[in-house]
Structures are given as C-alpha cells and as structure tokens.
C-alpha cells in the first residue's frame, strides 16, 4: 500500500546547549548544526527509510536549502512528483534552540514557500493523493488546505492520519475525516485544555476526541511509551529503554509518525505498528 504525505521542508537551524534560554535571557551555546527539517518532510524521509512506498507533497523554493531537501529525498527514494519548485520563493527555516542535557527543545518554525499550499494546489496534485491508500498530514501547512486534503483523502478511500503539530484550533467537522488522531501529550492538552498527567488523563483526552468522530486516538508520551484508545479497546504501550542518554528529541514524534503510517501500510495490527513506530528511531525497516 502507498502512503502519501503532506506537509512542508525547512532548513533547521539548531543551536545545542545547557539550557534553552528564558526571553532575554543570552547563553553560550555549545554547537550548531544545519540540517533538514519541517515535521511533514521529516516523516515522509522516515517512512521512506523504515520502507514505505512514499509520496511527499509540498512547495520549496530554488535554493541550496531545497538541494538539501531534494538530494535527501533521492537518497531515500521519496517520490517527489509532487514536490513543486517556485523561484519565487524561499525554503523555509526553523530556530531550533536544544538543551542537550535533557534533549528538550523549543522551536519557531517559518514555512516560507511552502505557506503557500492552497486549496488549488491540492487539487493540482490531488492524483498523488488518489493513488495512495495512506494519507499523513499535520498542521505546519494553512490549516484550509490541510483540512480540504484531508476530506478529499477520506473521501478517496484512505486511511488517514493526522498528527495534530503544531496544536492550533481545528473546525469541528474535520474530525469525522480523521482515522487516526496523533498528538503528543502537550497537543493532546491542548485540545482538551487540560494537562495531561496520566494515564487516566490520557482515556478522558481520548473520549473527547471519540466522542468528535475521530476513529482511532494515539497519545504520544515520550519516555513513558504511547495510550491508544478507540471504541473497541485501549492499551498502553510502555517505550523501550535507551542504553544511550537522549541528547535531542527533535523529530522524535516524526519518526513516530512515519514510521506509524508504513506499519499499517504493511497491514499491521495496531499493537504492532505502534510498537513498530517507537522502534523507528533506531534504523528499523520492514523488508
Ligand atoms: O518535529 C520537528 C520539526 O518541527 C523540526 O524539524 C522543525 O523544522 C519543525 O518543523
């Protein structure tokens, strides 16, 4: 089965440390790297790479930031038929600030060209939709195209997902389009406006959601695994221990994602494609 996912490419531009500053705040960092990012590109190279049949849909710009993003996706056979090119425009960046210590982050991401996915430019490349059987989207693209995207998947025949990142309000009738609904603990609060302590915070989290016509609800937890929920069972899936401190999460809920999409592209359980999808960061793949 294929997966097709929406979302944009930035330069990330990471700055590591011993703390993430407060406002006003100036620290000495440690080092900085310049690399790929942006949640949606950041997927479609992790499902391609845990063996996926992917295609990634967005807009860049004609510069060395869109070479970065196009040789990735040659090297890890994402299709890219959708990805459009605009000289127009810029690729986007993002200000990634990182507390090596405990891996946390803070992030200001700016879309630059791909801000400009609209309503028509999914309809321009809805065929790569169409042909797919999985659609992945989140929320770095306008919310009006990704919601018009996501009604077209379902409407299509897809099985679709939607990592809610970053959180922000959504209509209400864009859940009924929703099969899987994959927020990390602090979206998951977010759109309950409650914080999400436990597991008992993550079944009430969950009900809301059902109750919204969303299928099949994951809450991301990091180090304390994944809750999943829908009408018929609920289970945690505790994550496995690190032999190695975690320096830097960021992309971590990408991984997850991608890694969630190819497992049930492989038509795997939801058991095992959660189990699947924590692995993911460390270089696992379907043959
Ligand atoms: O999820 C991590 C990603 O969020 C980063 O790569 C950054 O670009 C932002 O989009």
Known sequence: MSISIL???????????????????????????????GKGSNQAIAASRAGGDVSFITKLGQDNYADMALKLYQEAGVNTQAVVLDSNLNT??????????TGENAINVVPGAAATIDRKFIDDNLSIINNSNIFLAQLETSIDA?????????????TTILNP??????PDDCFENVDFFTPNETEAGFFINQSIESEKDCQSAAKVFLDKG????????????????????????????LSVPVVDTTGAGDAFNGAFSVALSKNKNYKEAIEFASLSSRNFGYS
Do not use: H, S
Not at 13 to 24: K, Q, R, S
Not at 92 to 101: M, P, R, T, V, Y
């Open 7 to 37: 979302g944009i490419f930035v330069a990330d531009l990471c700055f590591f440390g011993d703390e993430i500053p407060v406002p006003g705040k100036t620290v000495l960092g440690k080092k900085y790297i310049i690399g790929p990012g």
């Open 92 to 101: 986007g960046a993002a200000g990634i600030l990182i507390n090596q210590q």
């Open 146 to 158: 990704t919601m018009y995207a996501l009604k077209l998947a379902k409407k299509n025949g897809c």
């Open 165 to 170: 990142a970053p959180a922000t309000n959504l």
């Open 214 to 241: 969303i299928r099949n609800i994951l809450i991301t937890l990091g180090e304390k695994g994944c809750f999943f929920k829908n009408n018929e069972e609920e289970f945690l899936i505790p994550a496995k221990k």
